[in-house]
C-alpha cells in the first residue's frame, strides 16, 4: 500500500507540519518510498536517500525549536541534474561528465535548502538540456506516468526537464527545479499535467548550473498547482553577486499575490500562433482558455507578434553559437570524463576523443553548428543576423505591452505527448518545432508559464501557457491561479509502473 | 547555402570533436537540414537594427578588484581525471 503523503502540494504539506500534524521524516519517507517504487519511469537518476532523511530530520528540529521554520522547511524536492549540488553527482545528464561531484553548490538549490527543503535525489533531463523529449540522456529515457487511452506505449514526458515532470506528476516529489532555455519546463509540464514557470531572464542566479545557452537559460519551479508553483519561486529567486546576470531587484511576495482577481486586466492573443498543422483540440483548447480569462473579468484583444515565424530559426543560430563556446570547457582535463589515449597522442587528440566519446548525437551536432555559425565568413550571415531578428522579436512584445497588455495566452506545445521513439527518424529540425510557442519568450528574456487545461481525445494532458511583461511574475501567477481556477484541471495519471 | 563534406570536417575539427569518416555523410545531411531552416532568417529586413547584446537593458554590476577567493587546491583538483603534484597532468604539448 502506498502512502498518500507524497501526493500532496507543497502549501498543505507546509500547513500540515506548521499544525504539528505531519513530520518531514515522515513525508520525505515516504516520498523514498514512491521513488523506489517509480524505476520504471527512470525520473530519479542519482537517489540521495541518506542526504533527504539528513535534512528532514534537521527540519523537523527547528520546527521543534521554533515556530519561525522557513518557508520550505521539510518539503521533499527533486533537482534537476543540471544543477551542481555539492558532493553529488550532477552531471547534466551527459557521459562527459561521468563521476563529477561538485566542491560547490548551486545558488538556486542552496537557496532552497536555506528555506529548509530537501533533496530526494537528482532527476533525468536532455543530455545539456538539449531536447524536447529526454530521449538524449546518458541515463536513457525518462518515461511519462500518463499513457493514451488503452494503449501501453511509453510516451516521453518532454524535455529537457523530463525526469522533473514526470517526479512531480508521479507524486514521487512535492515539486522539482527545471530549467528552460527554449521551453524546458513549459513544455514537460504541459506533456505531464503540471505547472511549470520560466522566470524573467536574471530573476533566478544561474551560478552553478551547468550552461546551455547563457543569454537564454532561466531556472524555475515545476509543482502540482500555481501557489506551489509561486511558493518555490519565491525561494528560487533573488540578486546573486556570483552571476553578473542576475537582476539587483527586489522580490515580491508571489503567494500574497495570488487573489485569483484579474477584472480589468488585459489578455492579449497573439494571431501568429494560430499555425499550420496545429491540431484542432488545441485550437479549441486556447479558445476555452481565452474564453475563461473573459468570463473571469480580462479584456480579451487580438494582437500581433509579427517575427514569431523567426523564433525557432533565430534561436537555433544563437543557442548552439552559445552552447559552442559553453560546452569547450569539456577538454577532458579539469572535470569528468578524458578518453584512454593511443601511443604518441598529443593534446588535441585528448580533446577530440574526449569529446567524441563524451557527448551525444545531439550535443555534438549543437556545438558543430554553432562553430560554424560563428566561424569567419559566417559570423555576420548567421550569427549577427539572429541577434538583430532577436532585438525585432523582443521589439514585438515591448509594442504590445506598451499598448497595455498585461498578459499574453497561448498553447503550451503543439501536440499533446508523444511516443518515445516516434520522432527517431524525424530530421532534428521536426524536433525542435516543439518549442515553437515557447521559445519567443527565452527570446525576449520574458515570464511564462504552463498551466494544465485538459485533456486531449486520448487522455493526454495539454496546458496553455501565459507570457508575462518583465519582472511581473507576481502578476503572471495571479492571472495563471485564475485560469486554473476556472479550468479545473484535477486529472491524475492511472499508475501503472 | 549547403555544406560539403569537407566543410563538415574541418567544423569537426574546429570543434574538437572527432568524427569518423563514416559518420561524416549523414552528419552533411544535418547540418543542411539545420542551415536549411535558419536559412529563413534572411527575409527579415534588419536594416538599422542592432543586434541585441543583452535581453534586460542592464549595467552589469562592478565589484572591487580584490581577492576574494583562493587557497583550494586540493579542490580545484578533486574532479581532475589526472593530476600530479598539486596540478592539472595534459598529454605533453610543446616538443
Known sequence: MMSDLPKMKIAEARDAMRRGELTSVELTEACLGAIDAADALNAFVHKTPEIALDQARQADERRKASEEAPALNGIPLGVKDLFCTRGVPSQAASKILDGFRPEYESTVTRQLFDNGAVMLGKLNMDEFAMGSSNETSTYGNAVNPWRRRQDDAALTPGGSSGGSAAAVAADLCLGATGTDTGGSIRQPAAFTGITGIKPTYGRCSRWGIVAFASSLDQAGPMARDVRDAAILLQAMCGHDPLDSTSADLPVPDFEAALTGDIRGKTIGIPREYHMDGIPDEIEALWAQGRQMLADAGAKIVDISLPHTKYALPTYYVIAPAEASSNLARYDGVRFGHRAKLAQGDGITEMYEKTRAEGFGNEVKRRVMIGTYVLSAGFYDAYYNRARKVRALIKRDFDEVFAQGVDAILTPATPSAAFGLGEMADADPVQMYLNDVFTVTVNLAGLPGIAVPAGLDGQGLPLGLQLIGRPWEEADLLNTAYALERAAQFVEKPARWW | ?95
Do not use: Y
Request: aromatic share 4%.
Open chain 2, 1 to 95: 547555402m549547403s555544406i560539403d563534406i569537407e566543410t563538415a570536417r574541418k567544423v569537426a575539427h574546429l570543434a574538437r570533436i572527432r568524427v569518423e569518416e563514416a559518420e561524416l555523410e549523414p552528419l552533411t545531411h544535418d547540418f543542411n537540414a539545420i542551415l536549411g531552416f535558419i536559412e529563413q532568417l534572411g527575409e527579415v529586413d534588419v536594416a538599422g537594427i542592432e543586434p541585441m547584446v543583452s535581453v534586460t537593458p542592464m549595467r552589469l554590476k562592478r565589484r572591487d578588484d580584490v581577492v576574494t577567493d583562493g587557497d583550494q587546491q586540493a579542490r580545484v583538483l578533486a574532479n581532475a581525471p589526472d593530476a600530479r603534484e598539486g596540478f592539472f597532468a595534459v598529454p605533453k604539448v610543446v616538443e
